[in-house]
């Protein structure tokens, strides 16, 4: 049997019941195959790959806080400390009910390659808790937070991990988080990003997954010979991400005709309506179910159904997992001409082989979503020299950024015989860099 499959077989029987870690395990390493047939039994020696699949901390721990009808609530917190081999642990705190070890341990495994992709020095880790802020009033919001933050303050810092926001987890709850860590330490430092503007926080770091994604579609539509201006999008999600790639495409000429929620998605031939849509989720937290009260002519529907939408590319930006193998063969049928993913994972196994094989240009999350956690680090570098740059000097920086990972994924790509192969090209030039950090920080 050869090393990676040794291996793969070893993580899946160590870790049961963790499909979403397995499937990133799968995905990575058989693009790794080639590299590490290279040089196979010098990597099995140093047990390379055990280190680099096996987290170098896991931490679980109770949160209980009082909700405001005086009643203990009890939920659970984690962080996981994948690799630092090339910085500080570095990725986003999740709040969710679906939260658990085995998603943590698959974000934070994408973690690794998608911080080394920016080129910036961050190490890959992901946290959370199963706690869901929806519905819950803004001092609740508040005191499980800073229950949160009592804990995890001990394991963070700022050249130790530095966490930011992901799903369920806003300016507002990086605000009580950060409050209380200055609390507890006395200290002024870069410990979360994402923060306001006022403490510390950089400008266009909101925007930052969304145009960052569409950066890197543009540029890697160039490098296929595509001009993504006046080509039509369906995007899934009504998040950060998917709001502002919404933005960003609208900016470039290309016209965005869908979003989505946990309920239903909407579909607005014309166009959706930014303004709409950023009153209804930004502004009142409501459900997409109001969007037809601003646009009487769009259509609502209850459930999935966005990827059935005729479109030019589709941008997935809601959750993992969200396309899946009959999707894709309704974008194939549709005639889409690119994928490219918003946000972690979107696409199961299935479905990206499928839409690799009908010559879909493909871009996976790891390179496609990497904007967010790039202007992570530069609201780092801005924190350590106590300076605040201008929204220009940031969103240039960010789009230098995504255009070079295109640009390295396809190298990577081309170097290994994989021509066009995005998936692997990510996972190579992103590997390769840790690789090399591993190697030659010892057996650590």
Aim: net charge negative; glycine share 12%.
């Amino acid at each position: 049997m050869s090393y990676v499959d040794e291996v793969i077989a070893r993580v899946k029987e160590k870790n049961p019941g963790q499909p979403e870690f397995h499937q990133t395990i799968d995905e990575v390493l058989e693009s790794l195959r080639p590299v590490i047939e290279r040089d196979e039994e010098k990597y099995r020696k140093m047990a390379l790959l055990e280190r680099l699949t096996e987290p170098e901390r896991q931490i679980k721990f109770r949160v209980p806080w009082i909700d405001d009808n005086g009643q203990v609530q009890v939920n659970c917190g984690y962080r996981v400390q994948f690799n630092s081999a090339i910085g500080p642990y570095k990725g986003g705190l999740r709040f969710h009910p679906s939260v658990n070890i085995g998603i943590l341990k698959f974000l934070g495994f994408e973690q690794i390659f998608k911080n080394s992709l920016t080129g910036l020095p961050i190490g890959g880790g992901k946290g959370g808790s199963d706690f869901d802020p929806k519905g819950k009033s803004d001092m609740e919001v508040m005191r499980f937070c800073q229950s949160f933050m009592t804990e995890l303050f001990r394991h963070v810092g700022a050249d130790t991990d530095v966490p930011a926001g992901d799903i369920g987890v806003g300016g507002r709850e990086i605000g009580y988080m950060y409050g209380q860590y200055k609390r507890l330490t006395n200290k002024y430092e870069s410990v979360l990003t994402g923060k306001g503007l006022s403490y510390g926080g950089s400008l266009a770091r909101t925007q930052a997954t969304g145009y960052g994604l569409l950066y890197f579609t543009r540029a890697l539509l160039k490098l296929n010979g595509i001009d993504i201006a006046g080509k039509t999008c369906i995007v899934s999600g009504s998040g950060n991400v998917a709001i502002y790639a919404i933005e960003k495409a609208y900016q470039m000429g290309a016209k965005p005709v869908t979003c989505s929620d946990s309920n239903g998605w909407v579909y607005d031939p014309e166009g959706i309506d930014l303004e709409a849509l950023k009153e209804i989720k930004e502004v009142n937290r409501a459900r997409l179910t109001e969007y037809k009260n601003y646009r009487p002519n769009a259509e609502y529907h209850e459930g999935r159904g966005v990827w059935t939408v005729k479109a030019d590319i589709a941008l997935p930006c809601a959750t993992q997992n969200e396309l899946d193998l009959d999707d894709a063969k309704a974008l194939v049928a549709n005639g889409v001409i690119a994928v490219c993913e918003g946000a972690n994972m979107p696409s199961t196994l299935e479905a990206t082989k499928y839409l690799q094989g009908n010559k879909v240009v493909f871009g996976p999350a790891k390179a496609a979503n990497a904007g967010g956690v790039a202007t992570s680090a530069l609201e780092m570098s801005q924190n350590a020299e106590r300076l605040s740059w201008t929204f220009e000097e940031v969103d240039e920086k960010l789009c230098g950024i995504m255009e070079n990972i295109v640009a390295n994924i396809d190298a990577a790509a081309k170097e290994y015989g994989m021509d066009g192969d995005y998936v692997a090209g990510a996972n190579i030039a992103g590997f390769k860099k840790v690789l090399d950090a591993m190697e030659a920080q010892g057996i650590v």
